[in-house]
């Protein structure tokens, strides 16, 4: 993304990344795949701040996580 614009997006969300370089490029993204990325903010916090955390993170959400990143 730095080469198409000059800069890097100040984010760290994945949808967000995700739909800006589907602007750039001119393409459209499945909803599906636009939805995978959102899911993904809560397992990156999680991960990256454990003292973020709202609740015990479960085996079965990080197994969802994994389903779906696959589908893709």
């Not at 614009?5 to 949808?15: E, I, K």
């Amino acid at each position: 993304m730095i080469k198409e614009v000059g800069a890097r997006p100040l984010t760290h969300s994945l949808y967000e990344m995700a739909k800006r370089l589907a602007q750039l490029r001119a393409v459209e993204l499945p909803e599906e795949a636009l939805g995978v990325q959102s899911r993904f903010k809560e397992h990156y916090i999680q991960a990256r701040y454990p003292d973020a955390r709202l609740g015990p993170y479960e085996r079965w959400k990080a197994e969802e996580c994994l389903r779906r990143m696959e589908m893709l």
